[in-house]
């Protein structure tokens, strides 16, 4: 089933990049891609990094795998539930992104403003996006559990939790002030109920100087 995942594997790259980034185009005139900037000396940077390190790692795996270079034979039962777990990782993923409408980005542009997305799946979760890729990433690792595909989750995993603590929400609280603090304190981070940040009070000051950004499909300027 390695070939199975590579296929799906690309294919969701393809998709969730490539077709998702175009259709923005059309619809907005921008491809919502921002980058991720900075330095070695910033959470951000790193974000972003290991978020194009878990991307090659996971493809490499799977290439390893279907190559014979790596030996990667679990349960068939194992691979089939991997199957199912990546195959509806990645569909709400695209999901996820399409519920972000024109406020889907890819980084983060300190001086970009756009919609607060809190509906849908929104109203649980504020990164039901990096959620689902976690998800499809660690179905790929049941189909093929190899070192490589195990440090892509790793990566992932990583990079997300540096993207949204270190980069996103203080975006999103110096841009969105109260009506994020209200948000955060309702919708769980990356599952419903966990990781919801109580509300401050007083005014918030300044911009958050980090603008590093993982290249990761959702946009920062919305909650993911």
Avoid: K
Avoid at 145 to 169: C, F, K, Y
Avoid at 208 to 219: C, D, L, R, V, Y
């Amino acid at each position: 089933m390695s070939t199975v995942a590579l296929v799906l594997y690309i294919v969701a790259l393809v998709v969730i990049f490539g077709v998702r980034s175009e259709v923005q185009r059309r619809r907005t005139g921008s491809t919502g891609f921002r980058g991720f900037s900075g330095t070695p000396a910033d959470a951000g940077w790193w974000g972003g990094v290991l978020f194009v390190a878990s991307i090659v790692l996971g493809l490499a795996g799977l290439i390893l795998a279907v190559t014979g270079v790596v030996a990667a034979e679990p349960p068939i039962a194992v691979q089939v539930c991997g199957l199912l777990l990546a195959l509806a990782g990645f569909g709400a993923t695209l999901a996820g992104q399409i519920g972000m409408g024109a406020s889907w980005r890819v980084g983060v542009d300190p001086e970009e403003r756009t919609t607060l997305v809190t509906t849908g799946v929104f109203a649980l979760v504020r990164n039901p996006v990096f959620t689902a890729m976690v998800v499809a990433q660690a179905g790929i690792v049941l189909i093929v559990p190899t070192w490589v595909t195990g440090l892509a989750l790793v990566a992932l995993v990583v990079a997300v939790q540096l993207q949204v603590r270190a980069v996103e929400e203080p975006y999103l609280r110096a841009v969105h002030g109260g009506a994020y603090d209200a948000y955060a304190a309702q919708a769980g981070r990356f599952v419903p109920g966990v990781g919801r940040i109580p509300a401050v009070t007083g005014p918030v000051s300044g911009r958050p100087t980090g603008s590093g950004a993982a290249p990761g499909p959702p946009g920062p300027a919305t909650p993911r």
